[in-house]
């Protein structure tokens, strides 16, 4: 089966036609490769290594800080946690957090985004919040977790578990049908999208560089999102930088044939981001159980 690769860089469109079959696509090549090619080489990737870190760190801390039990300082690392199970109040701050963390994030990496009106700067970043918890938390729990395919980080610093006595809403608005919103949260309709994108992630086994291109495609999918000219233009520049930056690595590490084939998997993977469409459902589902109030922070910019 053929699959179109289409990607945009200043000067004209260059179409790239991959062609593998699908159930061996993710096991044609893999990524266990270790490269190291100069920082002159891949700039681009170098701040996102730089800056997500930072975001990471900023997370974490602030979740802790967020609550009443908070670890000695020595205690919290960006590679160890601590985590604790998620819980309505506590996912509420964590998208707040990674909203405010994510337009620190793009000031950083693409200078750019900065002189974007505000009104498109915002936009942009809620558009990249459910589809980078779905990339960054499948990413991280195949780390974190690998032998338990039922957890999933929900925030940088909270886990959900399918399928158990979770009480995540005990800190939400309680109502007649706050039991039946936690039986609805381990359904198969709200849960099976947790296994499904661990395995395909997994499949794929991205390289550290790989997952922060696909951070970055992610930032900058702005095909449900108005905005102007000049942000779809430094999209477009940003693609082409990435683009080329993979190629570089790839060079590196891969045959030709292997290197084509990587990135077209690569760019079909932002496919499996698509899932984050879901949550928006998600959310109307527990605002008719009552258990989210229409001033909820995450359900409010979601309507804007």
Known sequence: MSHLITYSTKA???????????P????????????????????????LKTEYKSMCFAQLSSEHHARGDVPHPMRISIDEGPYFPAHFAALTIGNRILL??????????FPEFTNLPESERWKIVKNFMFPFRILEGGHRSNKVFPDD?????????????????????????QSDHTAAA????????????????????????????EFLALVALTFWN?????????????????????????HVIYRSSLQTYNCAVRLGELMMLQQ????????VEHLEVFRLFNVLPDDNFVYAIQRE
Do not use: W
């Open 182 to 209: 936690e039986q609805y949260l381990h359904s198969p309709s709200f849960v099976n999208t947790i296994p499904e994108v661990r395995e395909t992630l997994k499949r794929f086994n991205p390289s550290d560089e």
């Open 222 to 246: 702005l095909e449900n999102t108005d905005v102007g000219e000049e942000a779809m233009r430094v999209r477009d520049h940003y693609r082409d930088v990435l683009l080329k930056e993979l």
């Open 12 to 22: 004209s469109k260059v179409n790239k036609t991959i062609s593998i079959c699908i």
């Open 24 to 47: 061996c696509r993710f096991q044609r090549s893999q990524s266990n490769f270790s490269v190291s090619p100069s920082t002159s080489d891949t700039p681009l990737l170098t701040r």
């Open 100 to 109: 405010t963390a994510s337009l620190q994030f793009a000031s950083e990496v």
């Open 272 to 279: 499996t981001l698509e899932k984050s469409n879901a949550m």
């Open 149 to 173: 395919p039922n957890r999933y980080f929900a925030s940088y610093a909270t886990y959900f578990c399918a399928h158990s006595a979770t009480n995540f809403f005990t800190t939400a608005p």
